[in-house]
Nanobody, 121 residues
Framework: QVQLVESGGGSVQAGGSLRLSCAAS????????MGWFRQAPGKGREFVLI????????NVAASVKGRFTISRDNAKNTVYLQMNNLKPEDTAVYYC??????????????WGQGTQVTVSS
């Protein structure tokens, strides 16, 4: 089992950047696929992107492709979400997720508590 704690959320103007971090507990972090989902007000949870255990394979939602990137530091048990050229429609609660199986990217087993990102126009 793994526990996930997000940080780095906040408010930014459109066109700006933010970097979210997700610290994971446990000694088997490097065996998990890690990723991010988000939930905008009044909407369901939306897949954003995910990377495999080594970080060399990534699946990215079309809505953020070219603007968001994911990276991981297995030595620090941490995964990062770099968000550039933010848009008001990126406003949401962002959730860090994990699963032992990369192919489960649509329904990962473990979720963090979420961190709010607000983009103003």
């Amino acid at each position: 089992q793994v526990q996930l704690v997000e940080s780095g959320g906040g408010s930014v103007q459109a066109g700006g950047s933010l970097r979210l971090s997700c610290a994971a507990s446990g000694r088997t972090f490097r065996s998990y696929a890690m990723g991010w989902f988000r939930q905008a007000p009044g909407k369901g949870r939306e897949f954003v992107l995910i990377t495999n255990y080594s970080g060399d394979i990534t699946n990215v939602a079309a809505s953020v492709k070219g603007r968001f990137t994911i990276s991981r530091d297995n030595a620090k048990n941490t995964v990062y979400l770099q968000m550039n050229n933010l848009k008001p429609e990126d406003t949401a609660v962002y959730y860090c997720v994990a699963d032992r199986n990369f192919s489960n990217w649509a329904s990962p087993a473990y979720w963090g508590q979420g961190t709010q990102v607000t983009v103003s126009s």
